[in-house]
């Protein structure tokens, strides 16, 4: 089983930045794909981006292209998410996932995730 804890979110001004980390216990990392999904009130659950098991390749949603980044560091069992240019509508609580997808196309979906995190909140003010 993979434990996940994000770290990271808060309150930002638009234009702003944040980093977000999500800790990976319990498994081997690079034996899971990840992600970051996020979930704002009333909406469901969509995804941000995700990036294979030793990043050779990432996916990305178009509402946050040339915005976020997303990396890996499997040594420190860590996955970040680098967010720039924040917009109110990135407003939401940011999740982190595992899962065993092995294609680009198979990255974005939510259900090729088996474990989350309990998420983070990202706020951003205009």
């Known amino acids: 089983q993979v434990r996940l804890l994000e770290s990271g979110g808060g309150e930002v001004q638009a234009g702003g930045s944040l980093r977000l980390s999500c800790a990976a216990s319990?498994?081997?990392?690079?034996?899971?794909?990840m992600a970051w999904f996020r979930q704002a009130p009333g909406k469901e659950r969509e995804f941000v981006e995700g990036?294979?098991?030793?990043?050779?390749?990432?996916v990305f949603a178009d509402s946050v292209k040339g915005r976020f980044t997303i990396d890996r560091d499997n040594v420190k069992n860590m996955v970040y998410l680098q967010m720039n240019a924040l917009k109110p509508e990135d407003t939401a609580v940011y999740y982190c996932a595992a899962g065993l997808a092995s294609t680009p196309g198979r990255l974005s979906s939510l259900d090729n995730y088996d474990y989350w995190g309990q998420g983070t909140q990202v706020t951003v003010s205009s």
């Open positions: 319990g498994r081997t990392l690079s034996d899971y794909s």
């Open positions: 990036i294979s098991r030793v990043g050779e390749f990432t």
